[in-house]
């Protein structure tokens, strides 16, 4: 992660998200991480995709059958897909690599998925729901829920039923389906959560500066993100860096003053501030 933050960036989290497509947006995020990369290609290769699959949904008689369309367009003759052998390749976040490799995390797919949608007329989000992000269409009135959520990392549309079986393997056979869980999420919402697959990669790779590159946007994303404070002080009193560590528990403290984990905080912070060296 590169460690300067771009203007593009910060404009892009102080916008509101109808000025900005949702895959410009991402691109923007790639080349946060690599500042060589071209955010027009990206947009262009995104453009020439939607070109070719525009006649196909197009033709379409229904809205859902315009969505059955796409989702062969995407999935069957662009085979896109998730990288189920790499899931854990840093590649698969970056909008510009599943462009070309067709080959993705189930949020960059998902991201891929609504702007195509969008582009075509259709009323797309995505869904944060956990542990795996998804796609929904809405307004679909010749169906009777209106609406179809898609898995663009598996390639397939989802029933609610599906939803809850999914929510059933992954915590227990006791635990149900809340529908808010497949409600839309916000663009910053997406940047945030992409950031944080991204943050988690680092760590688990021991990139501690990359991992801070990821915090340093997250909490410009989301401003009042406790835990983000929180968990970078940590990470900055692990890299010695006691004074930013100091102000990011401050914050955390500030945003989250009852917290069970609030006590240990201000008693890390007051430890530093007992040994924080002078600035000069």
């Known amino acids: 992660m590169h460690s300067e933050i771009s203007d593009r960036f910060r404009a892009l989290a102080a916008r509101p998200e109808s000025q ?7 691109l923007i995020l790639a080349n946060e991480v690599r500042p060589e990369m071209n955010i027009e290609a990206g947009l262009s290769l995104l453009n020439e995709l939607t070109e070719r ?34 899931y854990d390749d840093p590649r698969n976040s970056f909008l510009d690599e599943v462009l070309s490799t067709r080959r993705g995390l189930p949020i960059t797919l998902s991201v891929l998925y609504v702007e195509i949608a969008r582009r075509l007329g ?19 009135d010749d169906l009777p829920e209106q609406e179809m959520i898609v898995d663009p990392f598996f390639g397939r549309v989802l029933s609610l039923d599906d939803c809850a079986d999914r929510v059933r393997a992954a915590a227990g056979d006791d635990v149900e389906l809340d529908v808010a869980w497949l409600q839309p999420v916000t663009a910053n919402d997406i940047y945030t959560r992409m950031l944080n697959n991204l943050k988690l990669l680092y760590l688990r790779q021991g990139d501690g500066l990359g991992a801070l590159g990821c915090f340093d946007r997250i909490v410009i994303l989301a401003p009042h993100a406790a835990f983000e404070f929180r968990d970078r002080g940590m990470l900055l009193e692990r890299m010695d860096c006691v004074h930013a560590a100091i102000d990011d528990y401050g914050r955390f403290l500030e945003l989250a003053p009852n917290h069970e984990s609030s006590r240990q905080i201000r008693l890390r912070r007051d430890a530093l501030s007992q040994r924080k060296p002078a600035l000069n």
């Open 20 to 26: 900005t497509g949702l895959a410009e947006g991402a």
């Open 53 to 86: 699959v525009s006649p196909l949904v197009e033709a379409a008689e229904t809205p859902s059958a315009a969505v059955s369309k796409l989702n062969h367009a995407l999935f069957e003759l662009e085979q896109f897909r998730g990288n189920q052998e790499r």
């Open 122 to 140: 259709q009323v797309a989000y995505g869904v944060g729901f956990p542990g795996h992000f998804l796609a929904k269409v809405v307004d679909l």
